[in-house]
């Protein structure tokens, strides 16, 4: 009303859905399932998930969201290793690392991101990566969290190899509540630079996580190396 009477009857605000609710859906929230998806799907909804990690970053938009469902990610099932991050601002969320498990069988580096802005990896296991160096994870002026993850029997077969487990080089990376295991050296005498962890940052913040002495090599490692500045450490390293 304009003459200052309140309205007693229904108000038309001018839209009208002509087919019960609308609901918002693109690729800026994209679902994997290697068990039961497709990668003809859309990976909008979980019951239209696409099957690879593989073909979900190549429908990723700035700011995306991959949600991967319990299964092992391999070669196998269809990826393409290294699974590059083509796009700025990515998280990737597995349903638990103790059954979402990325795994190249060392035919690959699993992950690889440079210049990717801010990264979010969760909630999975990566293991059996190999690489020159970052066999697991290779980040590359990237601002990145690593948090439930558990990284595992990642090796570098280089001989100026550079963190078994998870190279971080420029940007900044924190690690939440992540078990580093037996990554390091495999196959050629070298002198390793981090078996599990090799940081070329600034700053790295570890947060209840799990540096184990890795695989040794022909020559001594250690299990950091960097310039590895803890923002708040109860991690241990047995």
């Known amino acids: 009303r304009t003459d200052g009477t309140n309205d007693t009857e229904q108000v038309d605000l001018g839209y009208h859905a002509t087919n019960g609710i609308t609901i918002l859906v693109s690729n800026l929230n994209l679902y994997v399932n290697v068990v039961t998806g497709n990668d003809t799907n859309d990976g909008w909804t979980a019951d239209s998930a696409l099957k690879t990690i593989t073909a979900a970053l190549a429908k990723v938009m700035d700011g995306s969201t991959i949600n991967i469902a319990t299964g092992r990610y391999a070669a196998a099932t269809g990826e393409v290793f290294p699974l590059t991050l083509p796009i700025p601002n990515l998280s990737l969320?597995?349903?638990?690392?103790?059954?979402?498990?990325?795994?190249?069988?060392?035919?690959?580096?699993?992950?690889?991101?440079?210049?990717?802005?801010?990264?979010?990896?969760?909630?999975?296991?990566?293991?059996?990566?190999?690489?020159?160096?970052?066999?697991?994870?290779?980040?590359?002026?990237?601002?990145?969290?690593?948090?439930?993850?558990?990284?595992?029997?990642?090796?570098?077969?280089?001989?100026?190899?550079?963190?078994?487990?998870?190279?971080?080089?420029?940007?900044?990376?924190?690690?939440?509540?992540?078990?580093?295991?037996?990554?390091?050296?495999?196959?050629?005498?070298?002198?390793?630079?981090?078996?599990?962890l090799c940081d070329a940052l600034w700053l790295t913040g570890i947060v209840d996580t799990i540096l184990d002495h890795g695989i040794k090599a022909l020559k001594e490692h250690d299990v950091i190396a960097g310039r590895c500045i803890p923002v708040k450490f109860h991690s241990v390293a047995p």
């Open 93 to 196: 969320k597995g349903a638990n690392p103790g059954t979402t498990v990325v795994d190249p069988a060392t035919s690959n580096q699993a992950f690889y991101a440079s210049g990717q802005g801010n990264v979010w990896i969760e909630g999975v296991t990566v293991m059996n990566g190999c690489a020159a160096s970052g066999a697991g994870l290779y980040l590359g002026n990237c601002r990145t969290t690593i948090t439930n993850c558990v990284i595992v029997s990642n090796l570098c077969n280089n001989s100026s190899s550079k963190g078994g487990g998870v190279y971080a080089t420029a940007g900044t990376l924190t690690m939440v509540d992540t078990r580093f295991q037996g990554n390091g050296q495999w196959g050629v005498e070298c002198a390793l630079y981090g078996g599990a």
